[in-house]
């Protein structure tokens, strides 16, 4: 068995030199994960359906993925609420079109729910596979929310990306397990940006 068979069989470790044909299966699996997510709870999906779903072998499905968790580590990075809710960058002011956009991430979190939820649910994973994944779509996240704050400088813009994270992540998990109006995400994001709008216009 080669090292690049040995790596798949291991559970899909990397991506890395897999040639387009595996590529493209490995996509198939996680398009088929995805679907299933937006029709149901993520406890209730069943990886055999998935594979059976996706047209694959549940044993083949294994080869490139180790879990159900890392399955859907992948899955948050092929549904990027980030990406898929980002507009076109707009003539707005700075501090407008900064706004614009999170309210836009809110908006798209609150939306799909069941993607949110997973995160929050892998946190805990004790596979090593999907907390790498989980955590590229963590600086996804970040990196994209850094992205709309060109106006500071790099290690500014990032600071304040962590810190509105941390304020988005918190409280759009406080709206889905105790319950709550998500009117109120917005509005404390809008005060954290009430704060910022000078940097942001200076």
């Given at each position: 068995m080669s090292e690049q068979d040995e790596r798949t069989s291991a559970g899909g470790v990397s991506v890395e030199g897999l040639p387009a044909w595996q590529l493209a299966r490995r996509e198939q699996i996680v398009r088929a994960a995805l679907g299933a997510l937006e029709e149901q709870e993520y406890e209730r999906i069943q990886i055999r359906d998935v594979a059976a779903d996706a047209g694959v072998a549940l044993g083949t499905l294994y080869r490139y993925f180790s879990s159900k968790e890392h399955l859907y580590a992948a899955v948050l990075g092929e549904w990027a609420a980030f990406d898929r809710a980002r507009p076109s960058r707009s003539k707005a002011a700075p501090a407008e079109r900064v706004r614009k956009r999170v309210h836009a991430v809110?908006?798209?979190?609150?939306?799909?729910?069941?993607?949110?939820?997973?995160?929050?649910?892998?946190?805990?994973?004790?596979?090593?596979?999907?907390?790498?994944?989980?955590?590229?779509?963590?600086?996804?996240a970040e990196d994209s929310l850094a992205a709309e704050f060109d106006m500071l400088d790099d290690a500014e813009a990032h600071d304040v990306a962590i810190m509105l994270w941390s304020i988005i992540n918190s409280m759009i998990t406080q709206v889905l397990y105790q319950g709550g109006p998500v009117t109120r995400v917005h509005e404390v994001v809008d005060a954290f940006l009430d704060l910022l709008t000078p940097r942001l216009e200076a």
């Amino acid at each position: 068995m080669s090292e690049q068979d040995e790596r798949t069989s291991a559970g899909g470790v990397s991506v890395e030199g897999l040639p387009a044909w595996q590529l493209a299966r490995r996509e198939q699996i996680v398009r088929a994960a995805l679907g299933a997510l937006e029709e149901q709870e993520y406890e209730r999906i069943q990886i055999r359906d998935v594979a059976a779903d996706a047209g694959v072998a549940l044993g083949t499905l294994y080869r490139y993925f180790s879990s159900k968790e890392h399955l859907y580590a992948a899955v948050l990075g092929e549904w990027a609420a980030f990406d898929r809710a980002r507009p076109s960058r707009s003539k707005a002011a700075p501090a407008e079109r900064v706004r614009k956009r999170v309210h836009a991430v809110i908006r798209a979190l609150h939306r799909q729910p069941q993607f949110f939820k997973v995160y929050v649910l892998l946190q805990a994973s004790g596979d090593a596979n999907a907390r790498e994944l989980l955590t590229q779509f963590a600086q996804v996240a970040e990196d994209s929310l850094a992205a709309e704050f060109d106006m500071l400088d790099d290690a500014e813009a990032h600071d304040v990306a962590i810190m509105l994270w941390s304020i988005i992540n918190s409280m759009i998990t406080q709206v889905l397990y105790q319950g709550g109006p998500v009117t109120r995400v917005h509005e404390v994001v809008d005060a954290f940006l009430d704060l910022l709008t000078p940097r942001l216009e200076a």
